[in-house]
Antibody, heavy 116, light 112 residues
């Protein structure tokens, strides 16, 4: 079964850092463009970042609110995409999901809580 | 950024009746390739979102045919005919025409 599984969430203080992982199983992510999407406690959804495949230049894009704080990267040898989150703010509290395409099944996500 | 506006924010439906919800975008979602990149998702209680409709009107595999999407340009509609209890949840639209991808705020559907 094609699946992306998120991990790495947790409780962190404002200003802290976390690294989320998105591990693929059942397929290789080599040609996949992978996005992170987050869902806030009030249930709104926000696209966070995207990384293209190596053959497409491994270009990265971010939503404005996380630019310069978050970094998306990939390690195709580990079949995994990462989201490094620095300078975390309370408003980054959300469940974070990763997706290969918009037709993919969503995983359970990983909860990031930023609180003092 | 393209702003996606969904109405109504909530909807209470009698089982067996139909339901309709709207999603309007601040810019046309028609891409130069001729496709319109508008998706509909349903998030059932306690679950992550699941895809219902892609490119305005294409039902995803396994989605019941009582769900249908329509529209063009900036105005889109999701219709549910013969609503069932399992259809409760929040429906979101999403545009992927341009970055940043943006979601509507959701329409919550419950059963009367």
């Amino acid at each position: 079964e094609v699946q992306l599984v998120e991990s790495g969430g947790g409780l962190v203080k404002p200003g802290g850092s976390l690294r989320l992982s998105c591990a693929a199983s059942g397929f290789t992510i080599t040609n996949a463009w992978v996005s992170w999407v987050r869902q806030f406690p009030g249930k709104g959804l926000e696209w966070v970042a995207r990384i293209k495949s190596k053959t497409s230049g491994e270009t990265t894009d971010y939503t404005a609110s996380v630019k310069d704080r978050f970094t998306i990267s990939r390690d195709d040898s580990k079949n995994t995409v990462y989201l490094q989150m620095n300078s975390l703010k309370i408003e980054d509290t959300a469940v974070y999901y990763c997706l290969g395409t918009w037709l993919d099944p969503w995983g359970q996500g990983t909860l990031v809580t930023v609180s003092s | 950024d393209i702003v996606m506006t969904q109405t109504p924010l909530s909807l209470s439906v009698t089982p067996g009746q139909s339901a309709s919800m709207s999603c309007k975008s601040s810019q046309s979602l028609l891409q130069s390739d001729g496709k319109t990149y508008l998706y509909w998702y349903l998030q059932k209680p306690g679950q992550p979102p699941q895809i219902l409709i892609y490119e305005v009107s294409n039902r995803f595999s396994g989605v019941p045919d009582r769900f249908s999407g329509s529209g063009s340009g900036t105005d889109f509609t999701l219709n549910i005919s013969r609503v069932e209890a399992e259809d409760v949840g929040v429906y979101y639209c999403l545009q992927t025409k341009q970055l940043p991808r943006t979601f509507g705020q959701g329409t919550k559907v419950d059963i009367k």
